[in-house]
């Protein structure tokens, strides 16, 4: 998913790192509205989607003993929210500290703040990733699909923030579609989408 270069509100002139840039929606998305930061969205969300597929959940969501695969999925989408959740917040951590510095200690956290957003786009695109390779997964039950639909849906609600662009959702469709077909003895659709 690909993002382009916007204002942070939350960080004044701070230069934008490859990662800031992951995590940046430009007003070329949404005209006449105010950029929106996929960073504000990771920071807020993290602790509230943790709880919305926990492993006693997804255990209730399995329909024989072998574990649907879109759990999986979910899980790790999950885990590499929460990662990045909690390097943002170093992150924010760090550049108070430097705000507040006195002049002699401004070069070493300034190396700190640096090599924290270097790490960041690591992280942003292996939960970019993540959330594609949810997508792409087709649910082996359809408690597996809904399960997928509620993250997708929940990720959305608590942050007002779309996991997918449109090919990301198309995707998504196709994956629910496919165990759905499977579930009721329809001809499963082999149309290709783009999964990259």
Same mark, same amino acid.
């Given at each position: 998913?690909?993002?382009?270069?916007?204002?942070?509100?939350?960080?004044?002139?701070?230069?934008?790192?490859?990662?800031?840039?992951?995590?940046?929606?430009?007003?070329?998305?949404?005209?006449?509205?105010?950029?929106?930061?996929?960073?504000?969205?990771?920071?807020?969300?993290?602790?509230?989607?943790?709880?919305?597929?926990?492993?006693?959940?997804?255990?209730?969501?399995?329909?024989?003993?072998?574990?649907?695969?879109?759990?999986?999925?979910?899980?790790?989408? @999950? /885990?590499?929210?929460?990662?990045?959740?909690?390097? $943002?917040?170093?992150?924010? !951590? %760090?550049?108070?500290?430097? =705000?507040?510095?006195?002049?002699?200690?401004?070069?070493?956290?300034?190396?700190?703040?640096?090599?924290?957003?270097?790490?960041?786009?690591?992280?942003?695109?292996?939960?970019?990733?993540?959330? @594609? /390779?949810?997508?792409?997964?087709?649910?082996?039950? $359809?408690?597996?699909?809904? !399960? %997928?639909?509620?993250?997708? =849906?929940?990720?959305?609600?608590?942050?007002?923030?779309?996991?997918?662009?449109?090919?990301?959702?198309?995707?998504?469709?196709?994956?629910?579609?496919?165990?759905?077909?499977?579930?009721?003895?329809?001809?499963?659709?082999?149309?290709?989408?783009?999964?990259?």
């Amino acid at each position: 998913m690909e993002h382009l270069h916007g204002p942070n509100p939350q960080h004044g002139a701070r230069p934008m790192s490859q990662a800031d840039s992951a995590y940046t929606t430009s007003r070329s998305i949404f005209p006449g509205g105010p950029s929106v930061r996929r960073r504000q969205f990771v920071t807020g969300g993290a602790a509230v989607l943790a709880g919305i597929i926990s492993p006693s959940r997804a255990e209730s969501v399995r329909v024989s003993t072998a574990p649907d695969p879109v759990l999986d999925a979910i899980e790790g989408h @999950r /885990r590499a929210f929460e990662e990045l959740g909690r390097l $943002l917040a170093e992150q924010d !951590a %760090a550049e108070h500290e430097l =705000r507040c510095a006195p002049g002699d200690r401004r070069p070493e956290l300034e190396a700190k703040l640096a090599a924290l957003c270097e790490a960041e786009g690591v992280l942003g695109r292996a939960e970019m990733k993540a959330s @594609r /390779r949810l997508a792409s997964t087709v649910p082996g039950s $359809l408690k597996g699909a809904a !399960a %997928a639909l509620q993250y997708v =849906r929940m990720c959305y609600e608590v942050g007002d923030y779309p996991l997918y662009e449109e090919d990301g959702y198309r995707l998504l469709l196709l994956s629910t579609e496919r165990a759905i077909c499977a579930a009721v003895g329809l001809a499963i659709p082999h149309r290709d989408v783009d999964s990259r």
